[in-house]
């Protein structure tokens, strides 16, 4: 089966301090990889994607996600908290023979404290 | 331009009330989806058109009809909802290459309140 899973459903850190945040997939097939923040009723926001090319992806605002096929993870990094980061990211995953279908992780709230 | 437009941005409406969403793109994507978001939970696909002619609808409840005109707009009407309905109504849209290149892009979505 397919699925996609975000390992913390709350992350907590300090402004100028790193963010992890966690995503690791389950598949047989390629998948491409979507990160994804959405911001107090708002709608999402794209951050960066990996599509089978660079395995390092940088997307905006700072971020930037590494895919590693052996350990089916896509893990999003930021070198320095901001404020403004504070938000809903959700991972997500297509997989190749099913283009029209996306699927979501549940989701990973960041805090960011002053 | 990644643009996907939705109006209205927040709507109330009473059960027995009859209204419609609506979303649109000029990126020239021929795929265009419905999605569904709860509170604190991610997105839950309702329905996806390509190239104007219903693909997928995850067993959405009648209440809710899609409708894609064209390829720039899509429609979600309306009609005897229940309070469990009230939710944020995203609409997003992407290429529908079949490719690798293929990305969702989200409007801000429609805030629904039904009483």
């Known amino acids: 089966a397919q699925s996609v899973t975000q390992l913390d459903s709350h992350v907590s850190v300090s402004e100028g301090t790193p963010v992890l945040l966690r995503c690791n997939y389950s598949?047989?097939?390629?998948?491409?990889l979507f990160w994804y923040v959405q911001h107090p009723n708002k709608g999402l926001q794209l951050l960066l994607k990996y599509t089978s090319a660079a395995t390092l992806v940088k997307g905006i605002n700072g971020f930037e996600a590494e895919f590693k096929k052996s350990e089916t993870s896509f893990h999003l990094t930021k070198p320095s908290a901001h404020m403004s980061d504070a938000a809903e990211y959700f991972c997500v995953v297509r997989f190749i023979y099913n283009f029209n279908k996306f699927y979501f992780g549940s989701g990973t709230k960041l805090n960011v404290k002053p | 331009d990644t643009e996907v437009t939705q109006t209205p941005k927040h709507l109330v409406m009473g059960m027995t009330n009859k209204k419609s969403l609506k979303c649109e793109q000029h990126?020239?994507?021929?795929?265009m989806y419905w999605y569904k978001q709860k509170a604190k939970k991610p997105p839950e696909l309702m329905f996806v058109y390509s190239y104007e002619k219903l693909s997928i609808n995850e067993s959405v409840p009648s209440r809710f009809s899609p409708e894609c005109p064209n390829s720039s707009l899509l429609n979600l009407h309306l009609h005897a909802l229940q309070p469990e309905d009230s939710a944020l109504y995203l609409c997003?849209?992407?290429?529908?290459?079949?490719?690798?290149?293929?990305?969702?892009?989200f409007g801000p979505g429609t805030r629904l309140l039904v009483l």
């Open positions: 598949s047989s097939y390629s998948p491409s």
């Open positions: 990126m020239g994507h021929r795929a």
């Open positions: 997003a849209s992407s290429q529908d290459s079949g490719g690798d290149q293929e990305t969702q892009y």
